[in-house]
T-cell receptor
């Protein structure tokens, strides 16, 4: 069975500082990894994905994520946080096959002005 | 130019009633989904359809019945609503197995 863990319920970061939202996964086989963002009272929005290839994936709004196979991690990063980045972030993992995707429990990012 | 739309946005109803939620996507995607997000923001897949065929049916009570009249629409009908059905229901679509999902705005269901 596949699983994904987001160990932090909330991450606080000052505006302008780099941010990291952590994600680790467990799958049998090669993972497909995703990050989504959810703003209040909105649906999830796709940020980026890793399927294969370069371990550093660049996505929307200046976000990037690094796939680390040995640590089974896929942390989300941004060099300089904006107040508008404050939202709920979900990591997700799949192993293909009609997208039976498992979502993490979400991490609330609070960027402090 | 909404990619994935859902109606209604809010739904307040009494226990025991039957209700439907509609979803439409104009992205030309082959696969559509229903997800349930509970009060703790935990997101769980309910159903997945690929070209109008049911692909994933996670342990969802029989009271929930999805219907896909064509690949652009996936509706969710719920019979005999219970208090525990209160949640936000999201429709989503994706192009293929590795594709990103595009989510609708959600339907906030409150069962009284």
């Amino acid at each position: 069975a596949q699983s994904v863990a987001q160990p932090e319920d909330q991450v606080n970061v000052a505006e302008g500082n780099p941010l990291t939202v952590k994600c680790t996964y467990s799958v049998s086989g090669n993972p497909y990894l995703f990050w989504y963002v959810q703003y209040p009272n909105r649906g999830l929005q796709f940020l980026l994905k890793y399927i294969t290839g370069d371990n550093l994936v660049k996505g929307s709004y200046g976000f990037e994520a690094e796939f680390n196979k040995s640590q089974t991690s896929f942390h989300l990063k941004k060099p300089s946080a904006l107040v508008s980045d404050s939202a709920l972030y979900f990591c997700a993992v799949a192993t293909g096959g009609y997208q039976k995707v498992t979502f993490g429990t979400g991490t609330k990012l609070q960027v402090i002005p | 130019d909404t990619a994935v739309s859902q109606t209604p946005k809010y739904l307040v109803t009494q226990m025991g009633n039957d209700k439907s939620i509609k979803c439409e996507q104009n992205l030309g995607h082959d696969t559509m989904y229903w997800y349930k997000q509970d009060s703790k923001k935990f997101l769980k897949i309910m159903f997945s359809y690929n070209n109008k065929e049911l692909i994933i049916n996670e342990t969802v009570p029989n009271r929930f019945s999805p219907k896909s009249p064509d690949k652009a629409h996936l509706n969710l009908h719920i019979n005999s609503l219970e208090l525990g059905d209160s949640a936000v229901y999201f429709c989503a679509s994706s192009q293929d197995d590795t594709g990103a999902k595009y989510f609708g705005p959600g339907t906030r269901l409150l069962v009284l």
